[in-house]
């Protein structure tokens, strides 16, 4: 019997050692560690070159499943314009997840006051971003599109810390129909934010259930990096729709 077992311990220990790890970006494709390196540094790299200074990636997983005899990771990138101190982290924003944000009451593009109440009936994404993150540019599309798809179920909020006079020169050339709240730069600090963009899932209630960096760029095999489709994002949306 003493045989048995150990037999059965030994191909256990074989299976285990056997699995192989993958990542992906989008659920649907399959990434080796090196590969996800290698996207972050060009990813990295092109950004530097558009700012015209160094920038920083993180990537993050978000998630982890077995199937058979693989182990799939979901990654985020994310781009860090100060050098992180822990590239894991996502700022203090953690420390809300499932207590009710914090009030804030900030002004609009037209110079009115804007507060945290005013969002509770419906759930609310809240995207940080800031005129010269190249990342928060590139997914502004993609967020134009699921706002136009759950606008009546759901509050579509963007700060800043920008000056109203800066974001409406940007918005004549970058639309981004979210409602803008600028001149946040106390609120943000408040929140530790340090990465853009940076977006935060709220219930009808108030309660942050979800802190998402930028949505997820992608490439296929043969293909140049490009921003995903949200799809994650949409996932969570119908989740507190």
């Known amino acids: ?8 311990l030994l191909l256990i220990s074989m299976n285990s050692f056997s699995q192989t790890t993958y990542y992906t970006t989008d659920g649907k494709n399959r990434i080796t560690e090196a590969e996800a390196n290698k996207i972050l540094s060009e990813q990295v790299e092109k950004i530097s070159k558009v700012m015209g200074k160094q920038v920083y990636g993180n990537l993050t997983i978000t998630n982890t499943e077995r199937k058979k005899d693989s182990i799939i990771s979901r990654i985020t990138f994310t781009i860090n314009y100060n050098k992180p101190e ?16 914090i009030k804030f009451d900030l002004n609009t593009l ?26 928060c540019v590139d997914e502004m599309p993609v967020l134009n599109k699921i706002k136009e798809k759950y606008k009546d179920d759901f509050n579509f909020v963007a700060i800043t810390y920008e000056k109203k006079e800066d974001v409406t020169s940007f918005l004549e050339k970058h639309p981004f129909e979210f409602q803008h709240l600028v001149d946040a730069k106390d609120f943000i600090d408040q929140l530790g934010i340090k990465t853009y963009p940076m977006n935060l899932f709220l219930d009808k209630n108030g309660v942050v259930r979800y802190v998402k960096g930028g949505i997820p760029y992608e490439r296929m095999e043969g293909e140049e990096l490009k921003m995903g489709e949200g799809n994650e994002f949409i996932k969570i949306i119908e989740k507190l729709r």
């Open 110 to 135: 037209a110079n009115e006051s804007f507060n945290s109440e005013q969002l509770k009936g419906k759930p609310t994404i809240i995207n940080f971003w800031f005129t010269g993150c190249a990342p």
């Open 86 to 101: 822990n590239p894991k982290n996502s700022g203090q924003l953690s420390a809300y997840k499932n207590k009710e944000f």
């Open 1 to 8: 019997m003493k045989y048995l077992i150990a037999a059965v």
